[in-house]
Every structure is written in C-alpha cells, then in structure tokens.
C-alpha cells in the first residue's frame, strides 16, 4: 500500500510500516531542518518541504500523490493549540488546530481507501475549535465528520502506547477512515502487559551530569545540569520529586563545595510535584516531551540507583540513546550521526514530538487486507 505522509516531522512513525507492506511515497514538512533529515532516513520517498497551507505546495502534494496511487493518509498535524497544557485553548481561535482543514481537504481530492489522523485527545474536546468554510465555530470531530461522513467511516478512539509494545505512557486520539466501499478499519485491541523502563534500559552503564560512555548516544557530554539540580536529585529517591522530600530539600540557605568553591543552595522554588522528579523503574515511563532534557520539566529525571552514602546515582535527565529505548526507536536509530550538542537539541525536540513507531505499526496492522492479499 501506498501513503502519502502529511506533518511528516522526522518520520519516527512511520519507522516500522516496512514490516507490513506500507511504502511512504509522499511526505510534507514544514521546518526545513526536520524535512531534510526525513529525507536522509527515506531516500526513497519523495519530501515536499514547505507549509500545505501554500497553495503551491498543496498543489505539488496532491499532483506528487495521484502520481503514485497513494491509497493511505497518514497525518500527525501538529497538537500544541488542541493540548490541555495550552490552558486558553478555549478562549482562542489556535491556526495550528486548522490544519485538520488541509487533511480534510486532501483526503476529498486523493479519495484513498483509508486515512489515519493522529492527535492529543484535545482533538475530540469541546474546548478545542476550529472555524468551518463559513466562518462558524465548530468542534473538530464534528467537522470532520460533516464533511467526509458522507464517503467515510469515522471512528476514533483515545489509545495508549504503553498498551502496545512502547515502554512509555502516551494517550493520543486515533482517528480512523474508512471509505465506505470498503472493509472498516478497526482500532487494534491493547495489550496491558506493559514493557518497564527497567526492561529497556537497566543494563545501561550509570553516568552523571558531563559524563559519557563507550556507547554511542548514550552521553551526557552536551547536556551539563545546574550544579543545584544534580544536588537536589542526588537527594530524590527513585519514582520521587523533589519536592516530596522533606529531608533534603534545603528549607534554608545552605551552602555546598562545588569544584573547590562553597555555592549557596537555596530553597527548591514552588512548581508542580512532576517537576525535578525521577521516573520509575518499574512501570513504563510518563509522556516524553519536547522539554525532555530539563531536570525542572515534566518527569524527565533517570530513575537513579541508591548508593551506600544514602544518595541516588544518575542525577541527570536520559541520554539518546535511552530516549531511543523508551519511545521504541531501533537503538541504532542514530549511531550513524556525528553526537554533536546541535544534533542532540535537535533529536530532542523531535523525539518528544514523536507517533511512537510501536505504536503506529500496531494500528497500521488492523487495516484490511482482502485487496493486496487477493483473498475474495
């Protein structure tokens, strides 16, 4: 089967389509940085850089897909406007929620036989809007199902890829079109024997904050932290904030030695418990976010290993190579790369964007088959 990929980013979901008979002809990217590096990972397919919004760079989508048959849209638009961290979405008329138009848009013109939207579940919320062709306000789903209800099946549903082969929580609104001359595609039932972080990246050797070692990506040569957060997280228990202990959060000013010099440690400022916090071993990982190498960000703290001092090891964030692990990425993902601190900022952000490939190839594998297997 043949897929045209819109909001392409770097391409992570589309990792693993290989293994089902999928080949991504068409892509569409908008950050010149993220469309090339798309490019080198998929030679083979043909990457148009530029907003869908230009009608130039529509026109060449549309003209590129009908070329090669394309018969699945994979879209992943971009959620940050549809988030229930963006806390005014309410209130505004957010042009990224838009883009769902252009999707709708493409879909009328190429008429394939099926359409894979992936999104936060925001997408689905009353509080998440959109202007229709006339110019009224309207909820997404509603939108979509008022222009595409008529040739399509719409069925959606909030999955977790921590229920399909992912060692990381990540709740994301899987919407599912099926042209109605054709058979229903169906949502993939999970599965809730979870992957632990632990399964995926216990056995890797333990570093601190500047440190690297002898495997590739896994590094934290370009990711130094504040001499204060290493010590607030040397003092934090595994699966703990900082904020939860009472003991060694300085309630004080204090002072420690710090490469010969006395620094002052003041008092850990307020914020939500789920900052400067350490992951748990034992579960599968909370969501990975573009800001996945701040200690102070949301849960992205190594879980650490307690030392005979009473303190915890790896008071830093993940390298690399253990993001690679936990988002379900091949470990080898990137080893081709020269680890320069541009290149991690970059892998970063757009791992923490990321479709989780095991995710996506799951869902992928429930569409019906019956024409490509010439089974009547």
């Known amino acids: 089967m043949k897929a045209l990929s819109l909001f392409a980013n770097v391409g992570i979901g589309e990792t693993y389509f290989h293994e089902v008979g999928i080949e991504v002809v068409v892509a569409n990217e908008l950050e010149k940085d993220r469309a090339e590096f798309y490019q080198e990972l998929y030679p083979e397919s043909k990457m148009i850089h530029g907003s869908i919004v230009d009608s130039e ?26 988030s229930i961290a963006f806390a005014k979405r309410a209130e505004k008329n957010d042009p990224r929620n838009s883009l769902i138009k252009r999707v709708v848009a493409v879909t009328l013109e190429l008429n394939p036989r099926y359409v894979l939207i992936e999104n936060v579940a925001g997408m689905a919320s009353e509080k998440t809007f959109i202007l229709d062709d006339s ?18 099946e719409v069925r959606y549903e909030v999955l977790d890829a921590a229920d399909f082969q992912t060692p990381h929580y990540r709740k ?11 058979e229903v595609w169906e949502h993939p039932a999970p599965n809730e024997n979870h992957i632990t ?31 204060r957060h290493k010590w607030w997280m040397q003092h934090t228990p595994t699966g703990k904030s900082a904020f939860d202990n009472a003991v060694w959060a300085p309630c004080v000013e204090d002072e420690i030695e710090v490469d010969g010099k006395l620094m002052p440690i003041p008092r850990i400022i307020k914020g939500f418990n789920t900052t400067y916090k350490r992951i748990d ?23 650490g290993t307690k030392k005979e001092d009473g303190t915890y090891s790896d008071a830093r964030v993940l390298t690399i190579k253990e993001l690679l692990a936990i988002v379900g990425l091949p470990l080898d993902w990137v080893d081709h790369l020269e680890h320069t601190q541009k ?13 989780p490939p095991r995710m996506s190839l799951n869902i992928v594998k429930t569409i019906p088959t019956k024409k490509y297997l010439d089974i009547e």
């Open 343 to 355: 290149r991690e900022n970059f892998l970063r952000k757009v791992i923490g964007e990321c479709f």
């Open 57 to 82: 760079v529509y026109e060449t989508v549309i003209r590129e897909a009908k070329e090669q048959n394309v018969e699945l849209i994979f879209a992943t638009p971009p959620c940050q406007g549809m």
């Open 172 to 182: 994301r609104l899987i919407t599912l079109l099926s042209r109605k001359d054709c």
């Open 197 to 227: 972080v632990r399964d995926v990246i216990g056995d890797y050797p333990s570093l601190e904050s500047g440190q690297t070692s002898d495997i590739k990506w896994h590094s934290m040569e370009h990711k130094i932290h504040n001499y």
């Open 281 to 303: 071993w034992d579960r599968p990982a909370p969501t990975v976010t573009m800001t996945n190498g701040s200690i102070n960000s949301q849960n992205n703290c190594h879980p």
């Open 135 to 152: 110019g009224n306000q309207t909820n997404i789903m509603p939108y979509i199902e008022s222009e595409l209800g008529d040739k399509y």
